[in-house]
Nanobody
Framework: QVQLVESGGGLVQAGGSLRLSCAASISISSINAMGWYRQAPGKQRELVAGIFSGGSTNYADSVKGRFTISRDNAKNTVDLQMNSLKPEDTAVYYC????????WGQGTQVTVSS
């Protein structure tokens, strides 16, 4: 079992920044892939950014150049730095860990006002 706890969501104006953090209950060095997903009202959950054990990353086209995912194996955390936020980034953001199966955090709300 892997427990994931997100933090750092909130309300921000367009153009602002937020940093989300996901704390895992196990050593993330043993987790092959972790990522951040988001789900806006009435829409499907989508991948925002992923990071693999070797350090490689991937991003949704809509966030490339604005968001950065990073992992700290010593702290067992995966962070998502979000800059130049837009109203369309408004969603509940979920941390994901793929460790034999998918594990999810409870989600954190991000609201970007115009």
């Amino acid at each position: 079992q892997v427990q994931l706890v997100e933090s750092g969501g909130g309300l921000v104006q367009a153009g602002g920044s937020l940093r989300l953090s996901c704390a895992a209950s196990i050593s993330i060095s043993s987790i092959n892939a972790m990522g951040w997903y988001r789900q806006a009202p009435g829409k499907q959950r989508e991948l925002v950014a992923g990071i693999f054990s070797g350090g490689s990353t991937n991003y949704a086209d809509s966030v490339k150049g604005r968001f950065t995912i990073s992992r700290d194996n010593a702290k067992n955390t995966v962070d998502l730095q979000m800059n130049s936020l837009k109203p369309e980034d408004t969603a509940v953001y979920y941390c994901n860990a793929h460790y034999y199966r998918d594990f999810w955090g409870q989600g954190t709300q991000v609201t970007v006002s115009s």
